[in-house]
């Protein structure tokens, strides 16, 4: 089956802790997006990666880093600089520009 | 002032109706329009694509692209319990792969 994995579902985060979520796609897509999701506010892209080991900002990079070693994995961290951390995090991946096919997401709590 | 515009609702009908949701940009180079529809605590799945003006149809879903107006929607007819879900409309211009969405709008299907 053709798709995007993210885990883990659920995640807690204890304050000053960097934690690094998982997104893994086997659709052979070039371009892959993290984005968080607060009640109210719809998705904001924090990264996007158009291919191998490069990717550029989104509208709220600040407290997320992430890497693109493979073309099927980018991981994000959440890192202690991000004060305000809790949220839904939903990881995407596209070809072209006929939409992205989103992951399952994962909820991050800080505790 | 957003660059893409969504009524949150919740919008409310029969089960049997034709449901309407719309959005409205201010990017006129936006070509390349998106819906998805989001179950709670899901990852958005995509349900149309459509490139520049015109109308899509598939199925009980129809999408239709007034550039002129900067105004996008989607038509679901014989709406049923099961299309109860948050509905986001993104787009795109070309030259980028970068995707701007609306905040959603939440639609309830009565039985």
């Known amino acids: 089956d053709g798709g995007i994995t993210q885990s883990p579902k659920y995640l807690f985060r204890k304050e000053g802790q960097n934690v690094t979520l998982s997104c893994e796609q086997n659709?052979?897509?070039?371009?892959m997006y993290w984005y968080r999701q607060d009640p109210g506010q719809g998705l904001r892209l924090i990264y996007y990666s158009q291919i191998v080991n490069d990717f550029q900002k989104g509208d709220i990079a600040e407290g997320y880093s992430v890497s693109r070693e493979k073309k099927e994995s980018f991981p994000l961290t959440v890192t202690s600089a991000q004060k305000n951390p809790t949220a839904f995090y939903l990881c995407?991946?596209?070809?072209?520009?006929?939409?992205?096919?989103f992951g399952p997401g994962t909820r991050l709590t800080v505790l | 002032q957003k660059e893409v515009e969504q009524d949150p609702g919740p919008l409310s009908v029969p089960e049997g109706a034709i449901v309407s949701l719309n959005c409205t940009y201010s990017n006129s180079a936006f070509q390349y329009f998106m819906w998805y529809r989001q179950y709670s605590r899901k990852g958005p799945e995509l349900l149309m694509y459509t490139y520049s003006s015109g109308n899509k149809e598939d199925g009980r879903f129809t999408a239709q692209v007034d550039k002129s107006s900067k105004y996008i929607s989607l038509f679901i007819r014989d709406s049923q319990p099961s299309d109860s879900a948050t509905y986001l409309c993104?787009?795109?211009?070309?030259?980028?792969?970068?995707?701007?969405f609306g905040t959603g709008t939440r639609l309830k299907v009565l039985a």
């Open positions: 659709l052979n897509h070039d371009a």
């Open positions: 995407a991946s596209s070809v072209g520009r006929d939409g992205q096919f």
């Open positions: 993104a787009m795109t211009p070309s030259g980028t792969y970068k995707y701007i």
